[in-house]
């Protein structure tokens, strides 16, 4: 049995939650905002790529938000 798509939807799904646990600690500060650059940071910029289109689809699904920190881009957590 193949177990790499599931595996890799696995990971992929993993790593959102890492992006967003990173964005906001959603009991202390849940309007955190982090730079792109802090992100890359912490999850590995050598992940760059598939950082970047799995922060696209948190965009369009509205679970995040792009914004300006410091003229730099950033991203907010959407609070519900």
Do not use: C, Y
Not at 21 to 42: M, Y
Not at 58 to 65: D, F, S
Request: glycine share 4%.
């Amino acid at each position: 049995m193949d177990w790499t798509g599931d595996n890799e939807m696995h990971v992929q799904l993993m790593k959102k939650i890492d992006i967003l646990n990173f964005i906001t600690n959603f009991r202390k500060a849940p309007n955190d905002i982090k730079t792109h650059g802090q992100i890359l940071a912490h999850l590995g910029a050598d992940h760059e790529p598939a950082i970047n289109h799995m922060l696209e689809e948190l965009k369009q699904a509205r679970v995040i938000r792009e914004v300006e920190l410091q003229g730099q881009k950033a991203f907010q957590v959407v609070s519900r």
